[in-house]
T-cell receptor
Framework: NAGVTQTPKFQVLKTGQSMTLQCAQD?????MSWYRQDPGMGLRLIHY???????DQGEVPNGYNVSRSTTEDFPLRLLSAAPSQTSVYFC???????????FGPGTRLTVL | GENVEQHPSTLSVQEGDSAVIKCTYS??????FPWYKQELGKRPQLIID?????GEKKDQRIAVTLNKTAKHFSLHITETQPEDSAVYFC?????????????FGTGTRLLVSP
């Protein structure tokens, strides 16, 4: 199993550009989520999904959209990138509530 | 909402010493408390977790204790080794059904010197 995979590893955007961060898991996990990690602030939940077709907002959802058309994939879309979105983004998946969340390798995003 | 505070922000110990990292949480309804280890440039990985119906859990050199009354939980690492050097994050999870939202602490950078 590849576990949780993310692409790209690195990305540089200009202010106002849009892009999609990809996340996939091959563990048949129902729950998937997106976090951002900023220096000194730990990880903060952006959006999450409890199954195909079901998504909800986390702690810091503004400026991001998600969709979950399949169990395996959970892309994160930045609609109009801003410098404040410069961060490391981690996707995670888990089998059920209150079980281990497996993290992907992360995407380092810089917005100029 | 839930707020998790973590101390200290940095911790330096000598190899073989013990290390203790402490976290407090604000929402008494939180019932799941995982600890993650993140090496430089790597993804966070779960090292141990505890649920609210348990007071202590051990896994070899690592232990976690939970005091629900005081709303704090701690990570204990004994006989530290240089490979324990990393950033450690605590988290508190809220929710009995559906997705359990995790609120993370700000991390503790542990440095173990040979």
């Amino acid at each position: 199993n590849a576990g949780v995979t993310q692409t790209p590893k690195f990305q540089v955007l200009k202010t106002g550009q849009s892009m999609t961060l990809q996340c996939a898991q091959d563990m048949n996990h129902e729950y998937m989520s997106w976090y951002r990690q900023d220096p000194g602030m730990g990880l903060r939940l952006i959006h999450y999904s409890v199954g195909a077709g079901i998504t909800d907002q986390g702690e810091v959802p503004n400026g991001y959209n998600v969709s979950r058309s399949t169990t395996e994939d959970f892309p994160l879309r930045l609609l109009s990138a801003a410098p404040s979105q410069t961060s490391v983004y981690f996707c995670a998946s888990s089998r059920t509530s209150g079980t281990e969340q497996f993290f992907g390798p992360g995407t380092r995003l810089t917005v100029l | 909402g839930e707020n998790v505070e973590q101390h200290p922000s940095t911790l330096s110990v000598q190899e073989g010493d013990s290390a203790v990292i402490k976290c407090t949480y604000s929402d008494s309804a939180s019932n799941y408390f995982p600890w993650y280890k993140q090496e430089l440039g790597k993804r966070p990985q779960l090292i141990i977790d505890i649920r609210s119906n348990v007071g202590e859990k051990k896994d070899q050199r690592i232990a976690v204790t939970l005091n629900k009354t005081a709303k704090h939980f701690s990570l204990h690492i004994t006989e530290t080794q240089p490979e324990d050097s990393a950033v450690y994050f605590c988290a508190a999870g809220l929710g009995n059904t559906g997705f359990q939202k995790l609120v993370f602490g700000t991390g503790t950078r542990l440095l173990v010197s040979p």
